[in-house]
């Protein structure tokens, strides 16, 4: 090696790795894409309707902003955006408690909870499920790649949530919810 650049073999593994990288993020903005035309949601939204159908099964009855925000891994100031739109869009009620009211609860509607059996698995939980059946050492040197990775492309400062959708989402989230 003459330490001029990479050799054809070097490149040839870098640009795979590349390639995988496009495909992630192609299938998490497919997935969004789907989600959006098919199912009327953005992901965010998917997910906190999803837990607060949840929580409800599980027989919650005060389900606050700040619950829905743990069980998505999302600020209570972005499910409250999310929710602000999942009002308007009339899957969830919100409503102050009568013993607090300084208290804001969430549920499903009506309709809400009609669509809440047939919305789709979050392409996360789907991962999670398959991740968990790869062995530990995998999946620890799987992480340890992924890290690496997070390094060599400087995005270790960059804040992430484990919440799988396209650049626009993440925009939206951040911004107006859609």
Do not use: W
């Amino acid at each position: 090696m003459s330490g001029v650049g990479p050799t054809s073999s070097q490149k040839d593994v870098a640009e795979q790795v590349l390639r995988s990288i496009r495909q992630i993020v192609r299938r998490i903005s497919a997935y969004s894409k789907h989600l959006s035309q098919h199912v009327g949601l953005t992901v965010p939204q998917l997910l906190c309707v999803k837990a607060i159908g949840q929580l409800e099964e599980a027989g919650e009855t005060e389900i606050t902003v700040a619950a829905v925000g743990e069980a998505v891994n999302l600020s209570p100031a972005t499910v409250s955006r999310i929710v602000d739109r999942l009002v308007q869009d009339g899957l969830i009620n919100r409503e102050r408690t009568a013993k607090d009211r300084r208290k804001v609860c969430l549920s499903l509607t009506m309709v809400g909870l009609e669509r809440y059996p047939t919305l789709p698995t979050p392409l996360e939980d789907r991962f999670v499920q398959r991740f968990s059946a790869v062995s530990m050492d995998e999946r620890v040197q799987i992480m340890s790649s992924l890290q690496r990775l997070v390094e060599l492309m400087d995005a270790v400062e960059i804040e992430a949530a484990p919440i799988l959708m396209h650049d626009e989402g993440m925009k939206l989230e951040d911004d107006s919810v859609r």
